[in-house]
């Protein structure tokens, strides 16, 4: 890596930073998915306590859920949609995600 010039006041300036590549939505998952793994691994050795850390992790991914369903919901796509791609039912997703109401 090479530096360029020192700037005005002696300092040497950073190189310039690479323009960052745009990660598609499986690759996220993998690199989510052995975060994830490492952190089981790392609790493993720990004391009980940690475990409330995976608790919070678990929170975090059912409102990750939620928030998809409910997103992919007002793209237009129906719960028998859903289902399907999930491998379950329509009732399934109904009773799992419910719908928001607004009375």
């Known amino acids: 890596m090479t530096l360029r010039q020192p700037d005005p006041i002696g300092k040497a300036a950073l190189p310039p930073t690479r ?3 745009y990660r ?6 993998d690199a989510i998915r052995r975060l994830i793994r490492a952190m ?10 940690s475990l409330l850390l995976l608790g ?11 928030c ?15 289902g ?11 009773q799992r995600w419910p719908r928001e109401r607004n009375f």
């Open 19 to 21: 323009p960052q590549r």
């Open 24 to 29: 598609e939505t499986p690759e996220v998952c």
């Open 40 to 49: 089981g691994n790392r609790i493993a050795n720990e004391d009980p306590e």
């Open 56 to 66: 919070e992790l678990e929170r975090e991914v059912r409102q990750a859920w939620s």
């Open 68 to 82: 998809a369903v409910e997103g992919i919901r007002r793209s237009g796509f129906t719960d028998r949609e859903i």
């Open 84 to 94: 399907a791609t999930l491998g379950t039912t329509r009732q399934a997703v109904e």
